[in-house]
């Protein structure tokens, strides 16, 4: 069984930053990509950030200049910075990673998903 739990959500202004975290937990082997998508409803869903276990990151488009994503592998962690937010950033935002667990089956998995509103 593995879980991811994410934290760090919540209501913002435009303009501020907020500091999205989500770790994994359970029978783990390994980690390999992880990453960050968002929906609002009504919407698809969209793919915000990525990082290999290499560490290598890919973006959105949209928020390219202003995302970050990163990872503590120590911690089986991956992060999301958000600065210069805007309202339409808001969505529930979902970490995904790309699970090895110590049976070695290979699988990806989804947080719950975590709140994030930018408004004045």
């Known amino acids: 069984q593995v879980q991811l739990v994410e934290s760090g959500g919540g209501l913002v202004q435009p303009g501020g930053s907020l500091r999205l975290s989500c770790a994994a937990s359970?029978?783990?082997?390994?980690?390999?990509?992880m990453g960050w998508d968002r929906q609002v409803p009504g919407k698809q869903r969209e793919l915000v950030a990525g990082?290999?276990?290499?560490?290598?990151?890919n973006y959105a488009d949209s928020v390219k200049g202003r995302f970050t994503i990163s990872r503590d592998n120590a911690k089986n962690t991956v992060y999301l910075q958000m600065n210069s937010l805007k309202p339409e950033d808001t969505a529930v935002y979902y970490c995904n990673a790309d699970i090895t667990n110590t049976a070695r089956a290979r699988f990806p998995a989804w947080g719950q998903g975590t709140q994030v509103t930018v408004s004045s």
């Open positions: 359970g029978s783990i082997f390994s980690i390999n990509a």
């Open positions: 990082i290999t276990d290499g560490g290598s990151t």
